[in-house]
């Protein structure tokens, strides 16, 4: 439900930064739909399947956090900050009522601080099962955020950003 409404902000032609997160994954089949869209990612399950989907697809270097498919360090910032994308897509585990968006893994965090950095606009794809939650690190302000994603309404929350449901 998420992923499809997110695709609405997808264009021909567009350089797209998805982030490790399993959420962003969802994308997959609705960008596959347009011909000249190039991501940028760093979690290789999801280049993987965006290679098979037949999407134009870069992974984004670095070492594996714990084991997993996520890539993160120096060689992933080096390749976003030489990068002007047109919008990233990301997600975290928490979302709380002031309206800030925090993780538990650190070095994600920076590599999705970059990606917002670095891209025209910036969509934060959170699910309702977050909502109320706080992890370690602080990621971002809502207010920083162009458009918010949501499953369903969060009537605690106050931000300045546009708020899709």
Do not use: W
Request: proline residues 2%; charged residues 20%.
């Amino acid at each position: 439900k998420i992923a499809r409404k997110a695709s609405t902000l997808l264009k021909d032609g567009q350089t797209v930064l998805l982030d490790g997160s399993s959420t962003v994954m969802y994308l997959l089949p609705y960008i596959s739909k347009f011909s000249t869209i190039k991501i940028y990612t760093n979690n290789l399950s999801t280049a993987i399947e965006a290679i098979e989907l037949g999407i134009d697809t870069n992974c984004m270097g670095g070492h594996s956090i714990g084991g997993s498919t996520v890539l993160t360090g120096p060689d992933t910032c080096k390749v976003l900050e030489g990068i002007n994308a047109d919008i990233c897509f990301f997600s975290a585990k928490s979302l709380d009522k002031d309206g800030v968006i925090s993780d538990p893994m650190l070095e994600e965090n920076y590599i999705r601080q970059l990606m917002i950095k670095y891209s025209k606009k910036s969509v934060f794809l959170c699910d309702s099962s977050k909502f109320n939650k706080q992890s370690l690190y602080r990621l971002a302000s809502l207010d920083n955020i162009d458009v918010c994603i949501f499953d369903e309404q969060y009537s605690e929350l106050e931000c300045l950003s546009e708020i899709v449901l």
